[in-house]
């Protein structure tokens, strides 16, 4: 038989039976060695995976949707910017159902209250005469000039029959229209809170108006002539020019402003204009008025009802009717500001 004269393999390749032949003990070894491989090689791949070296980052694999957690959801990344302003911009938009559930803070700006058309207007509400009236005859009836004549600075005003005071009328009604006005961010000026002794006088009263640049002036006042009249009635500048007085520039806008007072105020107190004059308008012209005589400011009286008339007077006493009364005013002026 042929005789393969290669040299023996050392003895440490040898099988566990020294007696067979070096060549016959090859399969064997080959067999020893492929078993070895696999194991070798699975041992090396567990050492690299432990260790995390070798293959690719484990957040670059990608993972199915049940790898997370439900004990740590995934939590959104924080849009950059200045958290107290909300500035910058998010990397991923938001689903419907999340903008939804996170309706803005009291403290952002999608939470701030805008402004409101009529802020930064200005109205001054003059209440008409002052309680203390009554105690100063002799400062009241000095004369003061009115432009185109010569008056008393203010009277007492009128009462009820039972005594209830016109100054006190107008005082609470004006209070009432100021929160009104005031709550739709109108800045208001009241001429007094009879917070002085007397006043004050007729031309104080319109310079007050045309220094807070007030953009309507209303006088508010109840009427005191005989029983069996009965309304309110708005009373409007002439076209008067003499001396200090020019009423020329406010003719127009304080007939807007009187016009939309009377109309809202029928709509809210129910009442209607003056059956004794104005000829069933509501509204009258008058030139002997120094409050409008001096006015540079769209300015309008309002004569809210008769306080002669039972009938008036019941209204005038209740709070309930003069809560209405201001109310009815104050929607005039707004609808005259544009608001």
Same mark, same amino acid.
């Given at each position: 038989m042929p005789y393969d004269d290669s040299p023996p393999p050392p003895e440490s390749a040898s099988s566990?039976?020294?007696?067979?032949?070096?060549?016959?003990?090859?399969?064997?070894?080959?067999? %020893?060695?492929? =078993?070895? *491989? @696999? &194991?070798?090689?699975a041992g090396w791949v567990l050492v690299q995976v432990m260790s995390g070296d070798g293959g690719p980052a484990p957040e670059a694999r990608p993972q199915p949707a049940?790898?997370?957690?439900?004990?740590?959801?995934?939590?959104?990344?924080?849009p950059p910017g200045d958290a107290k302003s909300g500035t910058g911009q998010a990397t991923a938009?938001?689903?419907? %159902?999340?903008? =939804?559930? *996170? @309706? &803005?803070s009291p403290g952002s700006p999608q939470a701030a209250a805008p402004q409101g058309l009529l802020a930064g207007k200005v109205v001054v509400i003059d209440p008409g005469h002052n309680v203390g009236n009554f105690q100063?005859?002799?400062?009241?009836?000095?004369?003061?000039?009115?432009?185109t004549n010569r008056k008393e600075c203010d009277t007492t005003g009128t009462t009820t029959n039972s005594g209830y005071k016109e100054a006190d009328f107008t005082l609470d009604v004006s209070r009432r229209l100021r929160t009104a006005l005031e709550a739709r961010g109108v800045k208001v000026v009241l001429t007094h809170q009879a917070d002085r002794p007397f006043g004050p006088c007729i031309d104080e009263r319109a310079r007050i108006g045309n220094e807070a640049k007030a953009d309507a002036v209303v006088s508010v006042h109840a009427d005191g002539t005989a029983a069996g009249n009965r309304g309110f009635?708005?009373?409007?500048?002439?076209?008067?020019?003499?001396?200090?007085?020019?009423?020329?520039?406010?003719?127009?806008?304080?007939?807007?402003?009187?016009?939309?007072?009377a109309g809202n105020f029928t709509r809210t107190t129910g009442s209607a204009p003056a059956n004794y004059l104005g000829g069933g308008t509501?509204?009258?012209?008058?030139?002997?008025?120094?409050?409008?005589?001096?006015?540079?400011?769209?300015?309008?009286?309002?004569?809210?009802?008769?306080?002669?008339?039972a009938n008036d007077a019941a209204l005038l006493m209740d709070p309930?009717?003069?809560q209405k009364a201001a109310q009815g005013i104050a929607n005039g002026i707004i609808g005259f500001l544009g608001g």
């Open positions: 566990s039976n020294p007696d067979r032949p070096w060549f016959a003990r090859r399969p064997l070894l080959a067999v %020893s060695v492929a =078993a070895l *491989a @696999p &194991a070798t090689l049940s790898a997370v957690s439900p004990q740590q959801p995934q939590q959104p990344q924080k938009s938001a689903s419907p %159902s999340q903008e =939804a559930a *996170a @309706p &803005a100063h005859g002799a400062e009241i009836d000095k004369q003061v000039d009115i432009g009635h708005v009373i409007l500048p002439a076209k008067v020019k003499g001396g200090a007085a020019d009423t020329s520039a406010i003719v127009g806008p304080s007939r807007e402003l009187g016009e939309r007072i509501g509204l009258v012209v008058r030139d002997d008025l120094g409050g409008l005589n001096l006015s540079t400011r769209p300015k309008v009286f309002i004569e809210c009802g008769n306080m002669r008339d309930q009717w003069r």
